[in-house]
């Protein structure tokens, strides 16, 4: 069991959750009562966003505490740097045993980066097949997101992100019984990833009924096609958003699955959650939940995530621990490279000086305690329907967005929530929009990261293409559990086994 001062540590993330659609943030409609209590119990980063919106890059960052142009981690057929060193190496150091059930998108030959265990394989493939190339921008490869999970919305019995997430939350739950049930005394850090309530939009009539059709409000934002920034109408052509006319009862029946996957994720959540107290490790845990980016559900007629916008960029970030820190609200803009150095404190510990130097987050605490803290976000968005690097700079009431290859977007989030108005042009902030241009060009070489990804994606899809032919070898994460040391077995004395499988145990008088 965990000592007090390196506390057990259990990570909950969700793919593509947007925190405007969670009750926590004010969602009217959506019923999620496992995230609530964390929330209530718990601190909430009302302004928490990821790094890059795109799955493994965001998740690369994550893990890495680093930006994704400063690991190579372009788009979603980046490998991730096997020396790179990542959360679960910097905690295994320190004495935990680390351990991985779910997504995490890595690509490469190495799919543990410092986890000691894996509990399950990815939903996506580890290698380079689904390569961008930002040459022929024009052709949209098959693996490209599609408008399908817009107009296929709806029930559904089974899919196969049901099978994933109910497999990941089930060997997270016995997992947590097992750490209760063993021997080993080091403190656990454990990340459990589901894929929902990522597209495709289909959930079981469980979930599809808990909302109704009558309740389900439009898109809050439209946007004309020809009043679209260049980079949305290239996320359009991308996901084929101009192929099929889209009806408003498909947009409403996309959002109602989507509700419908938050509630079905609230729901895992809650098991794994009465796991963990029920093995008599809650009081000791620190819960975070997370999300890798957001989802846009028709928002400005965007779908999926791929931007800087609120929807696509913005996740939920709650960290519980109600016997360590005052349930609160923090304001102030944060970001998922901040973890690594807020999980090392919390771990008893700085960030390792090999890490320190290169680490581009801070450590959360200071806002975990009530006091100030930083309030800066940077992100790079390399990966499909771009054509060139695309950066952000969110700081204060503004986000500054900016690609060599668009106009520039200024906006001010307090006066202008919703993003409606593009004040990258308006005279009265010439001075401020020189200010984060200067500052773009002293934190980005621009035309270098260009190159980098341009030499990346030929390189990758040469060796995709040629790993195509003849015999395969696959990098799939293949979990391996030893049925000879499963349940009874022969070289098994049974009554220590049964006693010591019991939770929690009992011993005869």
């Not at 196969?160 to 739950?173: G, I, S």
């Not at 016995?174 to 080993?184: H, Q």
């Not at 979930?207 to 934002?221: F, R, S, T």
Request: charged share 25%.
């Amino acid at each position: 069991m965990a000592k007090s001062d390196q506390p057990n540590i259990l990570i909950l993330m969700a793919d593509q959750m947007a925190p405007r659609a969670l009750p926590i943030h004010g969602h009217p409609l959506v019923r999620a009562p496992n995230i609530a209590r964390l929330a209530a119990e718990g601190v909430v980063f009302d302004s928490a966003y990821c790094n890059s919106p795109l799955c493994a890059p965001s998740r690369f960052s994550f893990l890495s505490g680093r930006l994704p142009s400063r690991i190579g981690a372009y788009d979603n057929a980046c490998e991730f740097p096997a020396d790179q060193p990542t959360i679960a190496h910097d905690l295994r150091y320190r004495g935990y045993r680390t351990i991985l059930a779910g997504k995490m998108h890595f690509v490469g030959p190495d799919q543990l980066h410092g986890f000691e265990e894996r509990l399950t394989t990815d939903i996506y493939p580890a290698d380079f097949g689904w390569t961008p190339d930002w040459t022929d921008f024009a052709h949209r490869p098959h693996w490209y997101h599609s408008m399908d999970s817009v107009l296929t919305a709806g029930p559904c019995i089974r899919t196969n992100q049901l099978d994933y997430d109910e497999e990941v939350a089930f060997v997270t739950r016995r997992k947590l019984f097992e750490i209760a049930r063993d021997t080993d005394e080091r403190p656990f850090f454990l990340v459990m990833s589901l894929t929902h309530p990522h597209d495709p939009f289909a959930i079981p009539r469980r979930y599809w009924e808990l909302y109704d059709d009558a309740d389900i409000a439009p898109p809050k934002v439209r946007i004309a096609t020809d009043a679209q920034d260049p980079h949305s109408l290239r996320l359009r052509h991308v996901i084929g958003m101009d192929l099929d006319a889209v009806s408003d009862e498909q947009v409403r029946a996309a959002r109602r699955a989507y509700y419908g996957a938050i509630s079905f994720v609230d729901d895992q959540i809650g098991s794994v959650l009465e796991a963990l107290g029920d093995s008599g490790m809650a009081d000791d845990t620190i819960v975070l939940l997370i999300g890798d980016h957001g989802e846009m559900l028709g928002e400005r007629d965007l779908w999926y995530k791929m931007n800087f916008f609120e929807g696509g960029a913005r996740i939920p970030m709650i960290v519980h621990a109600p016997g360590r820190f005052t349930p609160h609200r923090v304001a102030a803009s944060v970001s998922l490279v901040d973890l690594l150095p807020t999980l090392a404190e919390l771990a008893g510990g700085a960030v390792p000086d090999e890490l320190a130097p290169v680490v581009d987050g801070v450590s959360l605490l200071p806002h975990l305690r009530g006091e100030a803290g930083r309030d800066e976000v940077l992100g790079e968005y390399l990966g499909e329907a771009a054509i060139a690097p695309i950066v952000m700079i969110r700081r204060g009431a503004h986000k500054f967005i900016h690609s060599p290859v668009d106009p520039d977007q200024l906006f001010d989030l307090v006066a202008d929530p919703d993003e409606r108005t593009n004040l990258a042009a308006d005279p009265a902030q010439a001075g401020l929009v020189e200010a984060f241009r200067r500052e773009v060009g002293e934190r980005w070489d621009l035309a270098r990261i260009e190159a980098e990804v341009l030499a990346s994606q030929r390189r990758r899809r040469l060796v995709a293409a040629a790993s195509a032919k003849g015999t395969r070898k696959a990098w799939d994460y293949q979990p391996f559990r030893d049925a000879a040391q499963d349940y009874v077995r022969g070289h098994m004395d049974l009554e220590e086994l049964e006693a010591s499988a019991r939770f929690p145990r009992v011993r005869a008088e």
